[in-house]
């Protein structure tokens, strides 16, 4: 069975949705300049709606460990994702698991696996020029696989209800990650490619 995570929400009516279509995790954008963040206040209320069922991750961008920290207990999260420049020795006590974004393409992948032993799951993610994340850009999928066979990887880059299962069935994740190939507007998800990108990742992941 692959994970499916339903990323850059903003909404709880979203939110819901993504939980409702069977998505095993839901991801938050904590950073401002991402036109999908989410302040800490509206994630809290956020998952306080949501409930004990609802597994989330806070996104975060080159934040204080500090930070990251308080807001995991703030807002019940159950892992922090850190997709900046961040030092991996001050995620050493992170009172939930963490999860570490790899920028993937043809030449490997930034930072090193290695370098973040703590990391439960790494999210091969697409490398950009600029931006952190939810470009629409594809991962190199067969760098994806070689790390995937290696360590837990959650695949992330440009993924839709579309190309899902090729993705699965090309390169073996522990799980999926999509955020704008399921959107009608950044930010805002699309309830039927929501459904439609979790239907066809069960359908592939089985």
Request: net charge negative; hydrophobic share 45%.
């Amino acid at each position: 069975m692959v994970d499916i995570k339903i990323c850059g929400l903003t909404t709880l009516e979203d939110a819901q949705v993504a939980l409702d279509a069977g998505a095993d995790f839901l991801g938050f954008v904590l950073y401002p300049q991402s036109p999908r963040a989410v302040t800490c206040d509206t994630l809290a209320r956020i998952t306080s709606s949501l409930g004990k069922g609802a597994r989330c991750v806070g996104v975060f961008v080159n934040s204080m460990a500090a930070e990251v920290r308080q807001t995991a207990l703030d807002c019940g999260l159950a892992a922090v994702q850190i997709h900046g420049d961040e030092q991996a020795g001050d995620f050493l006590d992170m009172p939930v698991p963490v999860w570490r974004a790899l920028r993937v393409d043809a030449g490997g992948c930034r930072p090193e696996p290695a370098a973040w032993p703590m990391a439960v799951r790494y999210v091969a993610d697409a490398a950009v020029p600029s931006g952190y994340g939810g470009s629409g850009i594809k991962a190199d999928w067969e760098q994806a696989a070689t790390l995937a066979a290696q360590i837990p990887v959650m695949l992330a880059g440009g993924l839709t209800p579309a190309n899902v299962a090729a993705a699965i069935d090309q390169v073996h994740p522990l799980g999926v990650d999509v955020s704008s190939g399921v959107e009608c507007s950044p930010g805002r998800k699309s309830h039927a490619a929501v459904r439609a990108f979790v239907a066809a990742a069960r359908a592939a992941g089985q």
